[in-house]
């Protein structure tokens, strides 16, 4: 079977919702042990046993992964560890002028801090078992300008940068890391934001959103999900230290 991860051990952060689902489901499907880390065992548990009907390889664990003393705790319980994928992440609407300090920091602590912790606690794991993958969740916001996502994209940045630093430094220890780049994905998180923010414009702004995409709509998760399966199996052996956009042509084609 391409695409196989059988006999692999991955930890999917943030992985019981959308992307993260996505990729779980099918990293379980290619033979993976998925270890999910969310705030809730209990809410991750109920999302994902609604979303996939064979769970028995998938272990779900309560970890914020802002905080490095329950990363370090988790990850040095999990153990063997072949896949990280860095997913969780939060979201914020502000520019430079109207975000505030807390809000700032808040995006830094899960965004950025919440990556550094997964990684340094995982690598030495990851190196005992004589080498695996990195694969951490950028964004289109990392390379282009996006109006009222100042605190956002400067973390999206630090994701791909703190990327391309991890895929040289450990090279040698073969571990390969890279970054996905997603334009606007289809997800819960989407209609949520869409349904706070624009009361009585549901559809209307959906439409609009889906239309700054050039191919004419967003992205899925399945699809994201695909991606991440390629860069994670060995298929992949040749590539490491790359951003991988993934959105309709937002980047190239948007002029």
Same mark, same amino acid.
């Given at each position: 079977?391409?695409?196989?991860?059988?006999?692999?051990?991955?930890?999917?952060?943030?992985?019981?919702?959308?992307?993260?689902?996505?990729?779980?489901?099918?990293?379980?499907?290619?033979?993976?042990?998925?270890?999910?880390?969310?705030?809730?065992?209990?809410?991750?548990?109920?999302?994902?046993?609604?979303?996939?009907?064979?769970?028995?390889?998938?272990?779900?664990?309560?970890?914020?992964?802002?905080?490095?003393?329950?990363?370090?705790?988790?990850?040095?319980?999990?153990?063997?560890?072949?896949?990280?994928?860095?997913?969780?992440?939060?979201?914020?609407?502000?520019?430079?002028?109207?975000?505030?300090?807390?809000?700032?920091?808040?995006?830094?602590?899960?965004?950025?801090?919440?990556?550094?912790?997964?990684?340094?606690?995982?690598?030495?794991?990851?190196?005992?078992?004589?080498?695996?993958?990195?694969?951490?969740?950028?964004?289109?916001?990392?390379?282009?300008?996006?109006?009222?996502?100042?605190?956002? @994209?400067?973390?999206? *940045?630090? /994701?791909?940068?703190?990327?391309?630093? +991890?895929?040289?430094? &450990?090279?040698?220890? #073969?571990?390969?890391?890279?970054?996905?780049?997603?334009?606007?994905?289809?997800?819960?998180?989407?209609?949520?934001?869409?349904?706070?923010?624009?009361?009585?414009?549901?559809?209307?702004?959906?439409?609009?959103?889906?239309?700054?995409?050039?191919?004419?709509?967003?992205?899925?998760?399945?699809?994201?999900?695909?991606?991440?399966?390629?860069?994670? @199996?060995?298929?992949? *052996?040749? /590539?490491?230290?790359?951003?991988?956009? +993934?959105?309709?042509? &937002?980047?190239?084609? #948007?002029?």
């Amino acid at each position: 079977m391409i695409f196989s991860l059988e006999n692999k051990v991955a930890i999917i952060t943030g992985g019981a919702s959308g992307i993260g689902l996505s990729i779980t489901k099918l990293f379980a499907q290619q033979g993976a042990k998925v270890h999910v880390l969310e705030l809730s065992t209990e809410s991750a548990s109920k999302q994902i046993k609604n979303a996939i009907q064979d769970t028995q390889n998938i272990f779900i664990h309560t970890c914020d992964v802002s905080n490095l003393a329950q990363v370090e705790d988790v990850i040095n319980k999990i153990k063997n560890i072949d896949i990280l994928i860095n997913n969780a992440g939060i979201a914020h609407v502000g520019n430079a002028e109207n975000t505030n300090e807390l809000d700032f920091e808040r995006v830094i602590n899960v965004n950025v801090k919440g990556v550094y912790h997964c990684v340094h606690a995982a690598l030495p794991l990851i190196k005992s078992k004589g080498g695996g993958v990195i694969l951490n969740m950028a964004s289109v916001a990392s390379s282009v300008g996006i109006s009222d996502r100042f605190a956002y @994209s400067m973390s999206k *940045g630090a /994701v791909r940068a703190m990327t391309q630093s +991890i895929a040289k430094d &450990f090279l040698k220890d #073969n571990i390969r890391c890279n970054c996905i780049s997603p334009a606007r994905v289809h997800t819960p998180f989407v209609d949520g934001f869409i349904a706070k923010n624009f009361e009585g414009k549901e559809q209307e702004t959906f439409e609009k959103l889906s239309k700054s995409q050039p191919i004419g709509r967003m992205g899925t998760p399945d699809e994201i999900a695909y991606l991440a399966l390629y860069l994670c @199996s060995a298929e992949s *052996g040749f /590539v490491t230290g790359c951003d991988y956009p +993934i959105d309709g042509g &937002f980047i190239y084609l #948007n002029n």
